[in-house]
């Protein structure tokens, strides 16, 4: 869905302007994004499997919930209404954990200059995985994994990307000191 976001400089401050998130994918303006990842009290992990039709990474078992902050709306907004869009959980405030914040750029083969600035979250899931469900036109499939599958990125095909080893490792740290 083509979006209206905020551009923000490469630092992370607001510019003052919007653009749709086409145009900023477009021109490599940077922007904001969230990523939730959900995680279990027995060392699981929440995987997406994206839709086959996303432009990045169709068919990539990835980050539990991310999505694009909208033009005015706040990072936790944002947070728990991609958690409530993609995967149907309803979250509260207190649930969501920021773990840090991260610069993301990437030049994809279809042109997309991502360029974002990653507010990067956990939240510990308390329902069964059974319960949610899926928005199909961003989400191909959820399931658990082995919390351990985010340092272990070169083991399994099409699970997560190894050139962002070093950011799942410290997602798996944060949660792994969370859970204990």
Request: glycine residues 6%; contains cysteine; aromatic residues 8%.
């Amino acid at each position: 869905m083509d979006e209206l976001i905020d551009i923000l400089t490469a630092e992370g401050k607001p510019t003052g302007k919007t653009a749709l998130k086409s145009e900023a994918h477009k021109n490599g303006w940077f922007h904001a994004t969230v990523h939730i990842w959900l995680f279990t009290a027995d060392e699981k992990i929440v995987l997406q499997k994206r839709a086959l039709t996303k432009k990045v990474f169709p068919g990539l078992w990835d980050i539990s919930v991310a999505g694009h902050i909208g033009a005015g709306e706040t990072i936790i907004n944002a947070a728990k209404r991609e958690v409530f869009e993609e995967i149907g959980l309803q979250l509260e405030t207190k649930d969501l954990i920021k773990i840090g914040t991260r610069i993301h750029q990437i030049s994809h083969k279809n042109g997309i200059i991502d360029n974002e600035h990653h507010h990067v979250f956990m939240a510990e899931l308390k329902v069964s995985i059974s319960e949610l469900s899926i928005q199909k036109e961003e989400v191909d499939a959820i399931q658990l994994f082995e919390l351990s599958t985010l340092i272990n990125t070169k083991k399994l095909e099409n699970v997560l990307l190894s050139e962002f080893h070093e950011y799942y490792c410290s997602v798996y740290n944060k949660i792994h000191q969370q859970i204990k």
